[in-house]
């Protein structure tokens, strides 16, 4: 629903704020949890242009975990409180700039799910392996996902050590198939009791916002050790999330349908118009050597073949509970494009069609020192442009 | 390593914990969370014969997390601690009555992985869908394993709704493939830094104690849901813990070898003799129509393929964060007979070969109303019997 913290034409006290290219105007909005740096509290507050405001004033606690417990009215009430106290007009506050602080995990992750909701993600994928039958027959028939390792989530700017791990008969050592995926996660609250599913048109409820998410993976871990429970080392050793959950009322404006599927879908996953969100998401590299990234794909979170409700009326149908805090991940986001792809497992096709990059490199999977930055934004005329800030993360080399 | 605490001869001022088929002998002492009756808050104590001993003066806290950050020399101290306080002789304290008080989860659980160590387990499922060719290349190599749901954890004595779920193409409905999994847990703690692998040496520095789990599994779901990434809605509606925690100190004298493998362990898993330990596990089914429970299968943890040692050591060698509080579980405990079978599935075949209860009914997989109840002990001569408690769950009708 659409109201006046949407307005394109409002401006804030804070001039960084009123750049057209920001990510963070006042029609964002995100919140986070920052640590000054050389400070050792954290503490909450919204991103406005290159700047932080505190949330002291309106928000208790160091982490979000109070905030994701509130009903989603609640969570409207504040962010048109912050609209309000943000604008051109209003008093001025106490700024902190972005630069100088560190951002941390944004909340108390309890569970950590990963879908796998891209078709274009899972067709190529399937190709890779069994080609010419791609997509297994359950896949358009329910959103496929693995409960992921909450422990490993790191905050954007975490080093990721190079894991090691088996990758076949008597074979350990550093992996050499190291890739990162490019997602959309959303953290979740306030939650459903145990055996009390959540129906499909109260699912977005439960979503306080979302963030982007690189499901950092070692391919040659998960290949040997997949079958037949799923993927486990390969994917524990990190996952990283950007610090600031844009909620989903600052998406609003942003709301498309998901494409047609081919078949109806039971009755628990039947949504209506517009619950997709067009979000345009980058997967960015820099090597040691580079100066400036240079850009691995684009791809955009509307070609997701199952939406955010889909994938949480699904996970609460067998009464499964989901509690405040717990983050839900799409899966790798591609689409039909080569430039779509969302994780160098397609982008070279399991290294059969290496990258070239600008220094004269070039690149199967990660090396040592790359870096990896994820970012993401919504675009829309008539509408202000907002943005996910990024998630960044350096491969460090493996332990020796 | 034995000390006085394991001394068969010692008794405690506890008369009720000194009969001799006692699960809580003064030899135990595990810990666990209780709430009284009619009380909202809970508290620490430990079990001793039919009663509790509340451990505030010993130990701060409402859960277990705070001991089980602890490192395991303070643990050890507490337990010959207790011990004394407990002993024949010493100055009797407040008694708490089991039958007086529910028991809830003993701690925070961060992170549950579920592991598949039992090679019989794997060798019948294989089996059944791949006759011939039952286990998979990579099994002798490495500790299968796939992380769960902490959210759905839920103490001995909740009830288990029936899940719905899909089970094929635009089936959707109550399922109809009920089981459960007799399994033993480990509540670890205090855990490692991210990036840094526990090595097997140090391993079991890591486990505070043992207790039962019931993984509620419904096959029907997790045969159409489960590639290409593994269980998922089969298994995170319900998963049973029994409330006692049994330390790893109280299992010294139960120590043995775990059975020869045929293929030598990399290097990172090879652990020394006497890692694994002797506790026998036992399921028993009670239907609604049934007075006292028949026992489905008696087993021992002592057969399974990888020690807990070698699943924490392989778990973090990928640099996998492991933080106190959380559990790992070993996977359906089965042995070579029928009669060590942990689970329907592999009981009845998938159901080809019902099961025959005293009544006259039959059972392919679990019915509403049936109660499956896990037990747990260990024996040896010169030693005193210690026991796990009972882990209990009585499947209730699916959501209507």
Known sequence: ML???????????????????????????????????????????????????????????????????????????????????????????????????????????????????????????????????????????????????????????????????????????????????????????????????????????????????????????????????????????????SPWIVSIEALEPFRVSAPPHELPALPYLQTGPETAFDVTVEAWLRSARMTDPMRLSRGSFRGMYWTLAQMIAHHTSNGCPIRAGDLIASGTISGPEKSNRGCLLELTWNGADPLHLPTGETRTYLEDGDEIILTGYCERNGFARIGFGTCRGVVSPART
Not at 76 to 94: I, M, N, P, V, Y
Not at 142 to 169: C, D, E, M, N
Not at 202 to 207: M, S, V, Y
Request: proline share 8%; with cysteine.
């Open 3 to 241: 109201d006046e913290t949407h307005d394109a034409s409002l401006t804030s006290w804070v001039e960084s704020a009123n750049v057209p290219e920001c990510d963070f105007p006042i029609q964002n909005l995100p919140l986070g949890v920052y640590r000054p740096r050389g400070h050792h509290l954290s503490r909450i507050g919204t991103a406005i242009g290159d700047s932080i405001i505190d949330l002291a004033p309106w928000l208790e606690g160091s982490t979000l975990d109070s905030y994701l417990k509130l009903p989603r009215s609640q969570r409207r009430d504040l962010r048109k409180t912050l609209s309000g106290a943000l604008r051109k007009g209003a008093t001025s506050q106490e700024l902190i700039p972005q630069t100088e602080c560190d951002m941390l995990l944004p909340a108390s992750i309890g569970d950590y799910t990963d879908f796998y909701a891209s078709i274009h993600h899972a067709a190529n994928v399937g190709n890779m392996f069994r080609p010419g039958n791609p997509l297994l027959p359950n896949y358009r028939h329910l959103p496929i996902a693995y409960h992921g390792r909450a422990s490993s989530i790191v905050p954007s700017g975490t080093h990721v050590q190079r894991p090691q791990g088996q990758t076949g008969a008597g074979l350990f050592g550093p992996s050499r198939n190291l890739d990162y995926e490019l997602e959309i996660g959303a953290l979740l609250g306030p939650g459903n009791q145990q055996g009390q599913p959540i129906p499909i048109a109260d699912a977005e409820e439960h979503i306080a916002g979302l963030c982007l998410v690189n499901d950092w993976s070692a391919r040659d871990i998960q290949r040997w050790e997949s079958q037949p429970l799923g993927p486990f080392l390969a994917k524990n050793f990190a996952t990283g999330i």
